[in-house]
């Protein structure tokens, strides 16, 4: 057995079975596209904290994040948990927030979702750290796991954005829905935007499901495995061609 179709079974797609071929994204020069959406923590220019968090430099915005008290999820956390990995990656993962492991280690996906995580990255030739970056919304454990409210996400948004452009990846991949909703600034069933490419101010974006999900979904991880395949399709069409979004959901 091969590594890779190792890695395949520990997803859950055993036995060894191949993706049909799908045309890649359009290598035509697209008309003119459309503005990004607004997202969750945009606001007036005037406002001084977003202004401040996006003069940060990475030393500062760790020490901001670990410091921060603008939404109740600081009240309950063992630590804040930033990101991992290549600070100038190609790749940029987004999940939703950390779990009680997270909380504990300060590391984002390190459980069995991210176990999970580092099987899906290596099953297209990835790793963790190795022009991957890997992130989430919100970055304090929401309690019980649960989904994070509005106003946590909007309070934690202007970070995730300063990240985004600290690291100025070329692809941006939503893990599950609340990361696809904040990125988008729109409301996104998963199960109809995967397939699609979209954009997040000027940057391609993929949707698929979170690991999480896919371990209660086991049936899920074929479908992820498509949109991994469709990752990298667009990653190898991202240097030789303007690829053009679909619209936002």
């Given at each position: 057995?091969?590594?890779?179709e190792?890695?395949?079974?520990?997803?859950?797609?055993?036995?060894?079975?191949?993706?049909?071929?799908k045309?890649?994204?359009s290598?035509?020069?697209?008309?003119?596209?459309?503005s990004?959406?607004?997202?969750p923590?945009?606001?007036?220019a005037?406002?001084?904290?977003?202004?401040?968090?996006?003069?940060?430099?990475?030393?500062?915005?760790?020490?901001?994040?670990?410091?921060?008290?603008?939404?109740?999820?600081?009240?309950?956390?063992?630590?804040?948990?930033l990101?991992?990995?290549?600070?100038?990656?190609?790749?940029?993962?987004?999940?939703?927030?950390?779990?009680?492991?997270?909380?504990?280690r300060?590391?984002?996906?390190?459980?069995?979702?991210?176990?999970?995580?580092?099987?899906?990255?290596?099953?297209?030739?990835?790793?963790?750290?190795?022009?991957?970056?890997?992130?989430?919304?919100?970055k304090?454990?929401?309690?019980?796991?649960r989904?994070p409210e509005?106003?946590?996400?909007?309070?934690?948004?202007?970070?995730l954005?300063?990240?985004?452009?600290?690291?100025?990846?070329?692809?941006?991949?939503?893990?599950?829905?609340?990361?696809?909703e904040?990125?988008?600034g729109?409301?996104?069933?998963?199960?109809?935007?995967?397939?699609?490419l979209?954009?997040?101010?000027?940057?391609?974006?993929?949707?698929?499901?979170?690991?999480a999900?896919?371990?209660?979904?086991l049936?899920?991880?074929?479908k992820?495995?498509?949109?991994?395949?469709?990752?990298?399709?667009?990653m190898?069409?991202?240097?030789?061609?303007?690829?053009q979004?679909?619209?936002?959901p």
């Open positions: 057995m091969t590594r890779r190792s890695i395949l079974r520990e997803m859950g797609l055993a036995p060894l079975w191949r993706l049909r071929d045309p890649a994204p290598a035509e020069a697209p008309a003119e596209a459309e990004a959406p607004q997202s923590g945009d606001t007036a005037g406002d001084e904290r977003h202004r401040r968090i996006a003069a940060l430099g990475w030393d500062e915005l760790r020490a901001t994040v670990a410091d921060c008290r603008d939404c109740r999820l600081c009240e309950r956390r063992k630590q804040a948990v990101g991992v990995g290549d600070v100038a990656a190609d790749w940029l993962f987004v999940g939703e927030g950390p779990g009680a492991e997270e909380d504990e300060g590391e984002p996906f390190v459980g069995q979702a991210g176990r999970l995580l580092d099987a899906m990255l290596a099953s297209i030739g990835l790793a963790r750290g190795k022009k991957v970056y890997i992130g989430n919304v919100v304090c454990r929401p309690p019980g796991n989904t509005p106003e946590e996400t909007t309070a934690c948004f202007p970070y954005r300063r990240q985004i452009e600290l690291i100025r990846p070329k692809l941006i991949v939503a893990l599950g829905k609340p990361a696809a904040t990125l988008l729109a409301e996104v069933k998963v199960g109809a935007a995967r397939g699609r979209f954009d997040y101010r000027g940057i391609p974006l993929i949707v698929t499901y979170h690991p999900y896919l371990l209660r979904n049936s899920d991880k074929a992820a495995w498509e949109d991994l395949c469709f990752a990298r399709r667009t190898e069409a991202r240097d030789s061609a303007t690829l979004p679909d619209p936002a």
